[in-house]
Nanobody, 123 residues
Framework: QVQLVESGGGLVQAGGSLRLSCAAS????????MGWFRQTSGKEREFVAA????????LYADSVKGRFTISRDNAKNTVYLQMDSLKPEDTAVYYC????????????????WGQGTQVTVAS
């Protein structure tokens, strides 16, 4: 059974930083591209960042480019999202997701999802 478990969310002041982690089990982690998405109430899930299975290439939404960094440690079956210079508009539930090989920006192309972790950025 595939499990993705996010952690690291919380409350932070604007301009601060958080590091999210997503621990994966039940899949061949090193064969999966990993993505981070976020969602606020009443809105569709929004792409944030994705990283290839080898970790040699990444994609970012324009809204987070230059502030967020996605990385992975295949030895630990974990993907990370370092979030710096946080803004109130970054407030959302953040989800990690997995799909085989190719990193994409489309939520409907990911096969597995975590339960989400809340990030709240206070102004």
């Amino acid at each position: 059974q595939v499990q993705l478990v996010e952690s690291g969310g919380g409350l932070v002041q604007a301009g601060g930083s958080l590091r999210l982690s997503c621990a994966a089990s039940g899949l061949v982690f090193s064969s999966n591209a990993m993505g981070w998405f976020r969602q606020t109430s009443g809105k569709e899930r929004e792409f944030v960042a994705a990283i290839t299975w080898r970790g040699d290439s990444s994609l970012y939404a324009d809204s987070v480019k230059g502030r967020f960094t996605i990385s992975r440690d295949n030895a630990k079956n974990t993907v990370y999202l370092q979030m710096d210079s946080l803004k109130p508009e970054d407030t959302a539930v953040y989800y990690c997701a997995a799909r085989v090989v190719v990193a994409t920006m489309r939520a409907d192309e990911y096969d597995y999802w975590g339960q989400g972790t809340q990030v709240t950025v206070a102004s």
